[in-house]
């Protein structure tokens, strides 16, 4: 465990170095990984801790580089995989979701999901964009969506464009930015910077919530 968590910390870190040699070894095979790890975090509950921000900034800043990745196929397939993880977490959520709330455990009540589903009916459209951008939160949230009975025709529309939005700053900003010399000699300050920038909503919340709770 410990070493997988190791492992972890140091993809994520000097993910430039990983994803140019999974690259260099795997060419355009590197596309179904990307798909794979992409699908992954958005799909499956139990995999959050996946880079999704820092990968998607990586993997632009080697396609301006030519180093082998097609900035157009990045967009198209990651894209796909997105959505597609989406709509698995939502249908899973959906399936089993209620299930688990037949019975009142002690951390999984009904009332929370009666709470969860007047949430999502007010402010499901804003919640799946916004979740996107924010790890872990964007992990969890469809699977949410499902739970509470959120409507799929609303949901899958505002899935789209989180989606959209989401591959496409996380790949442009790594093609704009990621070849200058400040970014490359601090790659790994750079990804800090990214995952630090993207829990300032959960720490805003935490926040803001304890202050509401005075």
């Known amino acids: 465990m410990f070493d997988a968590i190791k492992f972890l910390i140091d993809f994520v870190l000097h993910i430039d170095k990983h994803l140019f040699e999974i690259v260099s070894k795997y060419d355009t095979w590197t596309y179904l990984i990307l798909f794979l790890i992409l699908f992954a975090e958005t799909g499956l509950v139990v995999t959050p801790?996946?880079?999704?921000?820092?990968?998607?900034?990586?993997?632009?800043?080697?396609?301006?580089?030519?180093?082998?990745?097609?900035?157009?196929?990045?967009?198209?397939?990651?894209?796909?995989?997105?959505?597609?993880?989406?709509n698995t977490n939502y249908f899973i959520g959906n399936f089993i979701g209620p299930k688990v709330f037949e019975r009142n455990y002690r951390l999984l009540k009904h009332e929370y999901l009666e709470q969860t589903r007047n949430f999502y009916a007010k402010h499901g459209g804003k919640a799946v964009i916004m979740a996107r951008f924010v790890p872990i939160v964007r992990t969890f949230a469809p699977f949410v969506a499902g739970v509470g009975s959120m409507k799929y025709r609303r949901f899958i529309g505002f899935s789209i464009l989180g989606s959209f939005l989401w591959i496409n700053i996380g790949l442009w900003a790594g093609y704009f930015f990621g070849g200058l010399e400040f970014v490359k000699n601090?790659?790994?300050?750079?990804?800090?910077?990214?995952?630090?920038?993207?829990?300032?909503?959960?720490?805003?919340?935490?926040?803001?919530?304890?202050?509401?709770?005075?």
Do not use: M, T
């Open 49 to 86: 801790l996946l880079p999704g921000d820092s990968l998607l900034f990586a993997a632009g800043a080697i396609a301006a580089s030519s180093g082998g990745l097609s900035i157009g196929y990045l967009i198209l397939i990651l894209f796909i995989a997105v959505f597609a993880g989406d």
């Open 186 to 214: 601090n790659f790994s300050l750079v990804v800090l910077a990214i995952i630090l920038i993207s829990l300032l909503p959960i720490v805003i919340g935490i926040i803001r919530n304890k202050n509401l709770e005075r």
